[in-house]
């Protein structure tokens, strides 16, 4: 049996679901039983304070008599309307069929009529004996309506006695309070069985939707663990929300990026190891000549310490480029714009390929429209040019033909350079611009280090250019970049 973990996201919602069940059911039993006949009080009182207002809105209507009558129908209530003396302008007619209401003066020592008003009942209903009281309190009071309850001896329950004053009368009503004690007795005995059910069916309902929300969330934590210790195969699934959709889809994305990273990374490995490795050894191997042979013959200590040198330059170039990307990538090196003539830029560059043509039997065909600037780093946008002509020249085909186009476009002005070579997979084109990496076509040429054409998408992406790769596999790759003409 799996061990429950307290600390756990489905343990930690169940306890939540579970507390909210029972403070609903708290309320309810609040509600139900404890407050039901405060409830009761409050809607009764509410009740006459509306009929009062509706008969005090119809005074002067025809149907005076008859709204008060089947107000005091519809909420058996006892209603008269009075003047200030207490003598009875109206009553209503009783609660229903058969309740016949009567008064009678009070009477003096004769037997005649003296002053007050009381109120008898000849039905089992409340009689209203506290109409003189309120009367009294009304007329002597500042407020315009008054209300309180009473228990009347032989009546089982409270009567809500309500005084009103009108434009010249006086509005008193007179309503019993049933008792709720058997009600909340049945509720109480209700709410038993609907607390345990309640909480039964929470428990499990609970439980479920618990389990359903965390259960995702369980499965990409397993996943994220196998990701962290190097598992880039691993799949993150979606679940049933929206959110755990989005960071499902989140991760995959990571996990992708990640197994590239670490592609790129044994690649760097592989590749900086290689470049690193064969200069030294050459370092070493000549040095080790010039200590045990040439050392005393002038010529071919010059030469082998020639090509130290050249092997310690391509070192330095080397470490120069991996810090200038570096330092491309943090954004540390910004660009400073000018005008830039690219056409005489792309003449001085062909110029110092030329001892490489020559000895490597390449030719490079200029089609350059003169007198074209643009805004750029002169720099930087030179590191572009060069790095693209020299890729060109590593991947030259049996033709041994480079050909360097800069166009006139109207609004734009587009460099491209044309190689014939082996081409690029479609699949590989987009590492083409990762660091480090290197075609399998690559033909070694002049120095390489698989960070060129990176330099030169960090720089274009600087400058906010568009560029591309156009390349089919035996036919050749053309790579382009286009600026704004200046204006």
């Known amino acids: 049996m799996k061990k429950i973990n307290p600390h756990s996201l489905g343990f930690k919602l169940w306890i939540y679901f579970m507390m909210f069940a029972a403070i609903i059911l708290v309320i309810l039993w609040l509600v139900q039983t404890v407050f039901l006949g405060n409830f ?5 009182e509410n009740d006459v304070s509306d009929m009062a207002e509706t008969i005090i809105q119809k005074q002067d209507a025809d149907d005076f ?7 005091a129908y519809d909420n058996s209530s006892l209603i008269m309307v009075v003047d200030e003396n207490g003598e009875i302008l109206y009553q209503s007619d ?9 008064t009678k003066t009070g009477t003096g020592t004769n037997g005649e009529p003296e002053g007050g008003q009381s109120i008898q009942i000849t039905k089992s209903l409340p009689t209203p004996i506290h109409f003189n009281e309120m009367l009294h309190k009304l007329l002597t009071s500042s407020e315009d309506t008054l209300s309180y309850t009473y228990e009347e001896d032989g009546f089982n329950g409270e009567t809500l006695v309500y005084g009103a004053k009108m434009a010249e009368e006086i ?14 007795d049945i509720l109480k005995t209700q709410l038993i069985y609907v607390t ?5 069916l929470g428990i499990l309902i609970s439980y479920f939707i618990a389990r359903k929300l965390a259960r995702p969330i369980t499965k990409i934590t397993t996943s994220a663990e196998k990701l962290a210790k190097g598992n880039y195969d691993v799949q993150f699934d979606p679940g049933d929300y929206e959110e755990i959709d989005q960071l499902a889809a989140t991760l995959n994305y990571t996990t992708k990026e990640l197994s590239k990273v670490e592609t790129l990374r044994r690649e760097l490995v592989a590749n900086i190891s290689h470049d690193l490795r ?7 191997a000549y040095a080790e000549l010039i200590r045990d042979i040439s050392g005393d013959h002038k010529e071919k200590r010059e030469k082998n310490i020639e090509v ?25 090196d910004a660009i400073r714009l000018q005008a830039v003539n690219l056409s005489e830029t792309i003449y001085s560059i062909n110029e110092r390929f030329s001892a490489l043509v020559l000895q490597e039997q390449i030719k490079i065909e200029l089609n350059v429209t003169p007198h074209l600037s643009v805004m750029a780093d002169p720099a930087k946008i030179e590191r572009v040019l060069y790095n693209l002509i020299g890729n060109a ?14 166009l006139d476009l109207g609004d734009r002005i587009r460099f491209e350079v044309v190689d014939s070579g082996k081409g690029i997979p479609q699949e590989e084109i987009e590492l083409i611009w990762d660091r480090y990496y290197k075609a399998k076509t690559h033909k070694r040429s002049v120095v390489s280090n698989g960070i060129g054409l990176s330099i030169v998408k960090n720089i274009l992406d600087q400058h906010t250019l568009d560029f591309g790769i156009i390349s089919e596999v035996e036919k050749g790759s053309t790579f382009w970049f286009e600026f704004p003409k200046m204006r």
Request: glycine fraction near 4%.
């Open 94 to 102: 009783g609660h229903g069929p058969g309740a016949v209401f009567q």
């Open 393 to 406: 020249i590593n991947y030259v085909g049996d033709d041994r033909l480079v050909r360097v186009n800069l």
């Open 196 to 200: 345990i059910i309640a909480l039964l």
């Open 65 to 71: 008599e008859d709204t008060i009558d089947q107000l």
């Open 308 to 332: 130290i040198i050249k092997e310690a330059d391509r070192l330095s170039a080397l470490v120069n480029d991996i810090l200038e990307l570096s330092k491309m990538q943090a954004d540390n």
């Open 171 to 184: 509005l008193l009503i007179s309503t019993p309070l049933n008792p709720v004690d058997a009600t909340t």
């Open 278 to 284: 064969t200069p030294l050894t050459m370092i070493k």
């Open 40 to 44: 009761y009080h409050i809607m009764k």
